[in-house]
């Protein structure tokens, strides 16, 4: 066999390099007796596709009008064969994950395993994308933009994640798992660049180009066979903008959708198991996909293009990390979790900055918070970032009085709400430690920026005696509370540091608190599960209203074609029909479609795409009172004959739902 020539060789890491990606050298992965059953599981989380408010900007309006692709819950089960232990791992296309949503899976799999899944030993992530519906938080600050409480779109996820953790524990199977890394440099920029350089120049020095541009993969096997990958990468899923109002599961749904659908032939409404990808964030915090700097904008100016480049290339680094050298996971598997009221943390002088004893406090929504992140999305657009607030003073008469002893507490923080105290947000959060082997995720319930991301890091890898690059932060995990900034961060208020709920001081308390998990989990010794946070009295609130009825306009019926498609399409050519229809919330059609692009294949047709494809979209559009219609497009792909269905249904005054399907003409593509 000829070697390749060392010119090769060059070339190809030259071409890594121009993309943005670099691979580590580590020892290869050597073939090992399996000492884990390792599963994995899928299932669709998609809520109401029209007039549900999205959850991630905060922007009052922003409802949902369609689906551009459907969202995901993806979920890994790895089992200690020698012991029984088990970790079961889901990562989710939601903007966070919030203790009502944690709360309600963990009884429904109490009522399925008993106590085989548990708070210990189940982690809950979030892709952190910004354009699905919202309203599913018992808190009312993550609710308010979105009028309440969505039982509907709760219900979705809840049911969508157990039933991919349930997928996941009916594929365990003997396997292995192994654990890859490569960097990724053109995928993220850092939005508050002011704050990250207030941090001392030791903690600077680890990212040079102020980005994290870690890419860390597991790859899982069953009797040598691929079966899944779970690859972290921080950067914001807000490559699509607060214009937008289909839901998608931005730049990471796509990474995801790629790699599965487009390399490995999944087909979603086809199969049971199949190849599954989580595209995970870390310490995300102020890291964007927005390379300049403005929402939408980066690499093109166009939003959903780069949605697309920016999933493009996290796929391209997670699957090069996954290809190369990898090191074998092994020992064994064990969790720690408890609760903490973070709104009362003493915080010793070992953790702080100046070496003097503090105290966190009860959360607090600063001023910076309602100007919102000018880079990804803005909420107010009068009131700036930072210490200096012009526009405060103007806010004072629609702004909750805040007690000084919680001003002096959260300064430098221009304290606008006082929503720890009101129950708007939480005060009391879970924190996790979780051991795969030699890796280890510290389970954040926020948004940590990249050097609070690295001080956790460090403080874990000390109690626990492992190298750094071991232990990782899965941010946007098990409930949700807002920013995680370090206390030289939180000095300047852009609006991470106005986001950061329990003051200047929340950093250090979560560094001593998870010091804490990680003793107990070397040592081998419980802990304490602690307080479980209190249910709000106005958690599911909800002033958003229902769908009462469906008529279709006069003379028409539903499913009737209104604008048909062309006889003919050249390849490349968009395909639009536009049905009558019912309201979406009448069916979510989960686990299923709203749309069909079929092909004649032999006599037959053959679903080629559906609503849960990159190539299609579903809008839907009120008319009248109680009429509506759907539009569908598709781009035409391979050349053939084809049709669109659409699959809706209609709600009569009596409360009965009654589905109905319309059919385009049959047109071919050349």
Same mark, same amino acid.
């Given at each position: 066999m000829r070697r390749r020539p060392r010119s090769l060789v060059a070339v190809l890491a030259l071409a890594l390099v121009a993309t943005g990606v670099s691979v580590h050298r580590t020892t290869p992965a050597q073939a090992v007796d399996s000492a884990y059953l390792?599963?994995?599981?899928?299932?669709d989380i998609t809520g109401p596709a029209a007039e549900n408010g999205m959850m991630g900007y905060s922007k009052f309006g922003q409802n949902t009008t369609g689906i551009h692709q459907r969202l995901r819950a993806r979920a890994f089960i790895a089992v200690e064969q020698a012991t029984g232990q088990r970790v079961a791992y889901v990562n989710s296309d939601l903007g966070m994950i919030f203790q009502a949503q944690r709360d309600a899976v963990l009884v429904k799999l109490q009522a399925k395993y008993g106590a085989l899944y548990s708070e210990r030993n189940v982690l809950l992530s979030a892709t952190h994308t910004h354009s699905g519906p919202g309203g599913?938080?018992?808190?009312?600050?993550?609710?308010?933009?979105?009028?309440?409480?969505?039982?509907?779109?709760?219900?979705?996820?809840?049911?969508?994640?157990v039933e991919a953790?349930?997928?996941?524990?009916?594929?365990l199977a003997p396997g292995t798992i192994s654990l890859g890394r490569s960097t990724l440099t053109n995928a993220s920029v850092n939005r508050s660049r002011i704050a990250f350089d207030q941090n001392p120049a030791a903690d600077k020095a680890a990212f040079p180009q102020a980005i994290d541009p870690a890419v860390t993969v597991l790859r899982f096997q069953q009797g040598g066979s691929d079966i899944g990958a779970i690859s972290w990468f921080a950067t914001h899923a807000t490559s699509i903008t607060n214009e937008n109002t289909?839901?998608?599961?931005?730049?990471?749904?796509?990474?995801?959708?790629?790699?599965?659908?487009?390399?490995?032939?999944?087909?979603?409404?086809?199969?049971?198991?199949?190849?599954?990808?989580?595209?995970?964030?870390?310490?995300?915090?102020?890291?964007s996909p927005n390379l300049n700097l403005k929402p939408g904008s980066g690499p093109t100016e166009d939003p959903l293009l780069n949605e697309q480049i920016l999933g493009e290339r996290q796929q391209q680094a997670a699957e090069q990390a996954y290809n190369g050298p990898r090191a074998t996971i092994t020992g064994s598997l064990d969790a720690r979790m408890r609760y903490v009221d973070m709104s009362a943390v003493q915080v010793d002088p070992q953790y702080t900055p100046d070496g003097e004893a503090?105290?966190?406090?009860?959360?607090?929504?600063?001023?910076?918070?309602?100007?919102?992140?000018?880079?990804?999305?803005?909420?107010?657009?009068?009131?700036?970032?930072?210490?200096?607030?012009?526009?405060f003073e103007a806010l004072k008469p629609f702004k909750v009085d805040v007690a000084p002893w919680l001003i002096s507490c959260q300064s430098p923080k221009l304290a606008a709400v006082p929503t720890g105290l009101l129950q708007a947000t939480p005060d009391i959060v879970p924190i996790q430690l979780v051991k795969l082997g030699q890796f280890y995720l510290v389970a954040m319930p926020g948004e940590v920026t990249i050097v609070a991301g690295l001080r956790l890091r460090r403080t874990v890898a000390a109690e626990l005696g492992v190298p750094i690059e071991n232990v990782l932060v899965s941010g946007y995990s098990n409930a949700y509370s807002s920013y995680v900034t370090t206390p030289e961060e939180y000095q300047l208020q852009q609006y991470e540091g106005g986001s950061t709920l329990f003051?200047?001081?929340t950093l250090p308390a979560y560094q001593q608190e998870f010091a804490g998990l990680a003793r107990a989990l070397k040592a081998g010794t419980p802990v304490a599960a602690g307080t479980h946070p209190p249910k709000p009295i106005s958690?599911?609130?909800?002033?958003?209203?229902? *769908?009462?009825? +469906? @008529?279709? #306009?006069?003379?028409?019926?539903?499913?009737? *074609?209104?604008? +048909? @498609?062309? #006889?003919?399409?050249?390849?490349?050519?968009?395909v639009s029909v536009a049905f009558v229809t019912g309201h979406p919330k009448n069916n979510l059609h989960r686990n299923g479609t709203f749309l069909e692009v079929q092909r004649q294949v032999g006599g037959q047709w053959q679903r080629v795409a559906d609503d849960g494809d990159w190539d299609t979209t579903y809008r839907w559009e009120r008319g009248g009172l109680a009429d509506s219609k759907a539009t569908i497009t598709w781009k035409a792909t391979e050349p053939g004959t084809y049709r669109i269905v659409h699959h809706g249904d209609s709600k009569a005054l009596n409360g009965t739902i009654t589905p109905f399907t319309g059919t385009s003409r049959t047109f071919t593509v050349s």
């Open positions: 390792v599963g994995r599981g899928i299932s599913q938080s018992h808190n009312l600050a993550y609710n308010l933009s979105i009028y309440g409480f969505q039982k509907q779109a709760f219900d979705a996820t809840v049911d969508g994640i953790i349930a997928k996941a524990h009916q594929n289909l839901i998608s599961p931005d730049n990471k749904g796509y990474a995801a959708y790629r790699w599965e659908h487009d390399e490995k032939g999944v087909r979603y409404l086809d199969e049971s198991q199949g190849f599954v990808a989580a595209f995970p964030n870390t310490n995300a915090g102020d890291m503090h105290r966190t406090c009860t959360g607090v929504v600063g001023a910076s918070t309602l100007a919102g992140s000018v880079e990804d999305g803005p909420a107010i657009p009068i009131i700036p970032e930072g210490v200096t607030n012009p526009f003051g200047k001081y958690a599911e609130l909800n002033l958003q209203a229902g *769908v009462v009825f +469906d @008529a279709p #306009p006069p003379f028409k019926s539903f499913g009737q *074609v209104l604008t +048909d @498609a062309a #006889p003919q399409y050249q390849r490349g050519a968009t």
